[in-house]
């Protein structure tokens, strides 16, 4: 096979980004991005443009706990109530999920770390778990936090953290995981879809790392993890050739030393800024430059940002946008004042995606799935549900506070097809109620 050198795939640095480039790069980079957004880049190289996103992106400080997820009773004053009292609360529980879940949207289209934002869903998608079992939202804001916090860093630090995660702990059934009746679903996830992929590993690897994980428990209440010592197996293990008495820290380390998992992990994020797949030769390189800066994601993201593939004009707008992204989209270039941001949960569920609820351990599939015989006329009528109709939208256009240009809403190669309409109103309506549209 003739050798494929990565220097003639890198972009060149010296010119600034022409109005295409920057709504490209935004596009991909966030869940929404605007009209300022993109005039802010366009001074800019592409180097300087990629940095600037990151630098927006920088900050990792947790999302504060809402009052109403605090002072909620704990495991023992919950036992001790009486049955209507209980029913009562499982019954607030459920509000106070819908409640968080609409906050996650509103701050969506809030952030200026749009890229944060960006990878904190993605990971979402790939550690997956749902509060329709973990049933405690608290839990669920700390994995989320979890994920806010090593969302552009190191993978190794996040694989860590994540075994002890109590939402993971609980979705995956861990809790119940004993000596001598072991519960594999954690070890096969952990696997297939959070490390290696399907056909780097055996069954009784699966078997194994489920021992090296037994005792491993978090309260359900308040997220304290501990091991419980007498339900852990603390007999030897042998996962992938090696014989010790594997802890699940000593599991992450050898999976952090498996071949198969940086090529996984760059495969699957470079699907996502990048329409088609790599070339092979370019995933070996990324693999390894991925190993050497130590699992740093934000250097792999940068990278593919800086590959030719991503710039290519065949790989613009050809991604169909998640229900998340279509919805924040409409939002953030718009400006639109969601007044109840429980309309994004109502939308989200008629669209196939409410966040902190994907559908199963594989998540959201994404791609052409988004779109069948029900969901592709509510996702045409997107801006109408969201705003009070294309009329409010054409005052915005107008209105000296808001800058809009509709040729930024699709990429440039679809602009063609609307360029003979009469007028902008009839413009805004095609380009909404387009195939385009739904394409970043």
Do not use: C
């Amino acid at each position: 096979m003739k050798k494929i050198l990565l220097f003639p795939l890198i972009v060149p640095y010296s010119f600034t980004l022409s109005v295409e480039d920057s709504r490209h790069l935004l596009s991909l980079t966030s869940i929404g991005y605007t009209f300022t957004e993109i005039q802010e880049l366009l001074p800019l190289t592409k180097q300087q443009a990629i940095q600037k996103i990151f630098a927006n992106s920088a900050d990792n400080s947790a999302t504060a706990t809402p009052s109403y997820l605090q002072n909620l009773p704990s495991f023992k004053e919950f036992k001790k109530l009486p049955k209507e009292k209980k029913k009562e609360l499982r019954k607030k529980g459920r509000k106070l999920g819908v409640q968080l879940q609409s906050d996650w949207y509103r701050h969506l289209s809030a952030s200026k770390a749009q890229l944060r934002e960006k990878m904190i869903l993605f990971w979402h998608n790939h550690f997956v778990s749902s509060l329709q079992k973990v049933k405690n939202p608290r839990l669920m804001l700390q994995q989320h936090n979890l994920f806010r916090k090593h969302a552009l860093g190191s993978f190794k630090d996040f694989l860590h953290d994540i075994i002890y995660d109590p939402a993971m702990i609980h979705y995956l059934d861990t809790q119940s995981n004993h000596k001598g009746r072991a519960n594999e679903n954690f070890a096969r996830e952990l696997l297939e879809l959070f490390t290696l992929g399907i056909g780097n590993y055996t069954e009784k690897d699966i078997k194994e790392i489920a021992k090296a994980f037994t005792g491993y428990k978090a309260n359900h209440y308040n997220g304290k993890f501990r091991i419980s010592y007498p339900h852990h197996d603390h007999s030897k293990k042998t996962i992938f050739g090696v014989t010790k008495r594997f802890m699940g820290e000593d599991v992450v380390e050898l999976l952090l030393q498996q071949k198969a998992l940086p090529q996984f992990i760059v495969s699957k994020l470079s699907k996502e800024f990048i329409s088609k797949d790599l070339d092979d030769q370019i995933i070996h390189q990324l693999s390894s430059d991925f190993v050497k800066s130590e699992f740093d994601i934000s250097k792999l993201i940068q990278q593919i940002l800086n590959l030719n593939e991503f710039w290519s004009l065949d790989n613009r707008g050809v991604i169909i946008k998640s229900p998340v992204e279509l919805m924040i989209t409409t939002v953030r270039y718009f400006n639109l004042n969601i007044k109840d941001p429980k309309i994004y949960v109502k939308l989200g569920r008629q669209l196939n995606q409410v966040l902190l609820n994907p559908p199963n351990v594989k998540g959201w599939i994404g791609g052409n799935n988004w779109i069948n015989s029900h969901t592709y006329i509510i996702r045409k009528n997107i801006s109408n549900r969201l705003s009070n109709g294309m009329k409010n939208m054409m005052n915005m256009m107008s209105s000296k506070e808001t800058q809009i240009d509709l040729k930024h809403l699709i990429a440039d190669k679809y602009s063609k097809y609307f360029k003979n309409v009469k007028n902008d109103k009839q413009r805004l309506k095609r380009i909404l109620n387009s195939d385009y549209f739904q394409l970043k």
